[in-house]
């Protein structure tokens, strides 16, 4: 018991008890439980990818839609896109590729 008393004599007395309840309150919301601060701040990380990853795909999207619009309606842009990605050529014609290192 006399080592209690002299640990709280020369440590603990000169602290004051709402101090060390805050301590302990900071404590225990970093390191306890699912909902912790440490855990809450990567799962906000996680959903700010996860959103960003969002925009990206919207954006794609978008622009393979207006790909896709102007492949249904211009005959030009679909015998663009024919010979650029499918390398078709018609019958008197022929294909050079040029390849850029």
């Not at 925009?55 to 010979?83: M, V, W």
């Amino acid at each position: 018991m006399k080592r209690i008393k002299d640990f709280y004599n020369n440590y603990l007395s000169r602290i004051n008890a709402y101090w060390l309840v805050t301590i302990g309150f900071l404590i225990l919301a970093f390191t306890a439980g699912d909902s912790n601060l440490y855990m809450r701040y990567t799962y906000q990380e996680k959903i700010r990818s996860l959103e960003k990853e969002i925009s990206y795909y919207e954006k794609e999207i978008e622009e393979n839609r207006k790909k896709l619009e102007d492949l249904q309606t211009n005959k030009e842009g679909l015998e663009r896109f024919a010979r650029e990605e499918y390398k078709m050529k018609r019958p008197n014609e022929d294909i050079y590729l040029v390849r850029k290192k």
